[in-house]
């Protein structure tokens, strides 16, 4: 006789608690494999429930295999393991990740919040969710949502002279997404060539995909044409347009010889990360590779994540014809990473001339901000600077120190202070002695207001010790 | 002399203009490599401009490297190469890519617009937005907003009865996306097993990424654990809650059998797909595989994208916390590809009630219209059906017909008709006679008043013959 107390049951319904109680005991091992269970009809009577129930529980018993039915001869338990250590219920769980938490990151290149126009965003998206139907909820063009990509091409002719078809245009969550789908359709055995000094992520990406890849060097007038021959690299990650961190504009004459390397071999693209363009303050921004390009072998790569928030995840790159084709070909599969509100989102606020006019505020608050960057630097007695770089473009300094310190204590210094920094060495794969004491401030994410205390801070470093 | 006619500028700045016009004479030829050019006192008297326009126009050059400024000897043309064709101007672009337009698709498993909650979902858009600050700008943790992923741990632990730590959920972008991640922090010469007949886009991701894979068979408890040992796989993806498309429940014995599979060896992972957990008409979800896991083997995957909306990109994964150390160290350097608006709009949608009663809505839908789809297709006189499944779970029913018919004819038929289908021998890698003449029929994109003549349609591809 199998009897139950229905008073332990609180407010499960009764055939969840038989359910319950019967699947325990299978797997305590009080029932045993084999084991025939008394019919619905005992069961119902024993425990003074009705035979409906003790049916409802059966069924989900035999659904989930606990429990077998033989016709004409009753329920019989399984072959299910016993598990005799049941495992705490919900239990605490230690924060596996964490981020840091410092007084200044120098090494943050995103936006600060106070900069993001809030209420026109939240204006826009109102719009989008008020008068939207059905592509807010239908799946997107794998490729992202047509308005936006036709809305970038626009902006692009308008801002940068770029004559870019929207149908080339590939909309995805990151650059870093963007480039893993990237890989997938340039040759597999393409060994990659990566400006040396250069973003960090780039040669983690490669890593990260088992990718062969080589270091080029860099020369004042962008990446070197020699070391990029002796590299064999195929396929390049450049960033003519403003590059990090150096800073180097990529002339015109080595942009022709970029292209004309490229033209050389059928399989040679160049990747253009045109991050920072739109953050040029003096003169107007440089034409695009991409624009120069009649060989169909530069892919453009551009983000809204460093312009407008980095937890707004839309980014989008530039396929030559032949490469979407392959793109279209190979990835029409998988799904748009970006949501379509954001996108519909994104396009009109672009469309209406809200991004343009944050922008251009973006850029007026980066020149102050690097001027005064500069200045307060300069008027610091306890920093040991002989040479700053930077100011004109971009969101970052480049701050030469005369010191004995070596990088590694210059970065350690600063974690003390409460700083996150990074030096020049730390984007080289192999260091070279021109290369060292040279401090990366981005300062994209500082205010005004700690501006003293952080150069304060940054002073300590080199008298401390 | 170089004299430019200002009348044609237009709106133009000056300096710009004159910039351009040099620009245009380089690039064509007109002004060769070397030739000195006029000096900014010349240049400016001559085309009756200021001299401080002309600094402009050339430091402009400079920066792009079209001049270069010898000291004290003048501007120089620099080598550039000359480009005598011009490409047109904002070309007109033919669509690369367009779906297919269909009467029915009885291949999408996507909900139906009409019955995404838009004035709940706006509502707690506008919440967010009115209510965010900081967090709604700055970058997310790179495993998605700790918010969220507590939210989807209370939800999982109502719903499902998991105990999952929200320390080891990661929100990404989509299973394609989470999918490609998770593939990086598992053994890299693993062989992956995939069920036949299966969910297509596994094996093509796996071929994508270059993954050496097998195809493990199916009987009527689950994955074959004799296909299973025989195919030697190390990492499997299984959909134990309801296979797609055989609708087979994994039963608890052999459910057990996995794990204890997983257990033998050290590198083995299942990755349980719980896609579609949520759509149980009669009987109660079946308990988790990774709920049952005792040595940390189980990677589990679900997405709102199908129960919410394809066009919402937000999809979790599950990882045990070894798998999960493993992957915080190896990929906290990507970015989260999940806009952060739209992870706390949908925590606040699960918080506040209104996601379980979409899906007791569906739920009822989806019944309904499965049962209404039985009942259309019994009605048929045209249609030679030899015997129906489903409609107990999930959002598809298996039809097979009676024909001389091959499936591809079958398919072809329907596509003359108007109508998309895939027949079951589609999901199989090699094909076997008893998985022919199977329709497999997705009805959640289905409504009741194309019912009739979509069943009426797929009743002429058999008598058109």
Redesign the interface.
């Known amino acids: 006789m199998l009897i139950y107390d229905f008073q332990k049951r609180e407010k499960e319904p009764l055939y969840?608690f038989l359910?319950r109680c019967i699947k325990e005991d299978i797997l305590s091992g009080r029932l045993k494999a084999g084991t025939r269970l008394p019919s619905k009809r005992e069961l119902a009577r024993d425990n003074g429930i009705s035979v409906r129930t003790v049916l409802g529980a059966y069924?989900?018993l035999i659904?989930?295999?606990?429990l077998t039915a033989k016709e004409k001869r009753g329920y019989f338990v399984?072959?299910?393991?016993a598990?005799p250590?049941r495992?705490s219920?919900?239990?605490e769980?230690?924060?596996?990740?964490q981020?840091d938490q410092w007084f200044v990151d120098f090494t943050s290149n995103?936006?600060m919040?106070e900069q993001?126009p809030?209420s026109t965003?939240?204006k826009v998206?109102?719009e989008v969710?008020?008068n939207g139907?059905?592509?807010?909820?239908?799946?997107?063009?794998f490729?992202g949502v047509k308005e936006l990509r036709q809305t970038i091409a626009s902006y692009l002719?308008r801002t940068r002279g770029m004559?870019v078809?929207?149908?080339?245009i590939v909309i995805g969550?990151?650059i870093?997404?963007l480039y893993?789908r990237l890989i997938?359709i340039l040759p597999?055995d393409a060994i990659y060539g990566m400006e040396n000094p250069g973003y960090r992520?780039i040669p983690?990406i490669y890593e990260?995909a088992?990718l062969t890849w080589r270091c080029i060097g860099m020369d004042e007038?962008g990446i070197s044409m020699e070391s990029l021959i002796a590299s064999q690299a195929d396929v390049i990650h450049v960033s003519p347009e403003h590059h990090y961190p150096l800073g180097t504009?990529?002339?015109?004459?080595?942009?022709?010889e970029l292209l004309?390397w490229a033209g050389e071999k059928a399989d040679r693209y160049i990747i253009e990360d045109d991050y920072d363009c739109e953050f040029r303050y003096r003169?107007?921004s440089?034409?695009a590779l991409q624009s120069m390009d009649?060989r169909h072998r530069v892919i453009y790569m551009n983000t809204f994540?460093k312009t407008l928030?980095?937890?707004?995840?839309?980014s989008y790159m530039i396929l030559p014809?032949k490469l979407?084709?392959r793109y279209?070909k190979?990835t029409?599969?998988?799904?748009?990473?970006?949501?379509?509100?954001?996108q519909y989102a994104l396009a009109r606020f672009i469309q209406q001339g809200y991004f343009e006019r944050h922008i251009s505020r973006l850029k007026k608050r980066y020149f102050t901000l690097g001027q005064l960057l500069i200045q307060t630097l300069r008027q610091s007695t306890l920093l040991p600077i002989s040479e700053i770089r930077g100011g004109e473009s971009g969101t970052h300094l480049l701050v030469r120190v005369d010191t004995s310190l070596t990088d590694v204590e210059i970065k350690w210094g600063a974690r003390q202070q409460g700083i996150c920094l990074s030096c020049l060495s730390e984007f080289l794969q192999e260091t070279a002695p021109e290369y060292e004491h040279i401090l990366v401030l981005q300062y994209a994410d500082l205010d005004e207001n700690t501006m003293q205390e952080a150069v304060r801070r940054l002073g300590n470093i080199f008298t401390q010790w």
Chains 1, 2 share one sequence.
């Open positions: 969840e359910y069924e989900q659904v989930e295999g606990y399984a072959e299910v393991e598990s250590v495992r219920p919900v239990p769980f230690p924060p596996m990740y981020e995103t936006v919040c993001f809030f965003w939240r998206m109102r969710l008020s139907g059905q592509e807010l909820v239908r799946r997107a063009d490729i002719y004559e078809s929207p149908e080339c969550a990151g870093e997404y893993e997938r597999r992520k983690r990260d088992g007038n504009v990529t002339s015109a004459t080595r942009r022709q004309n003169s107007r440089i034409p009649r994540s928030a980095p937890s707004i995840r839309i014809e979407m084709a279209i190979t029409n599969f998988y799904s748009n990473t970006v949501g379509s509100c954001e």
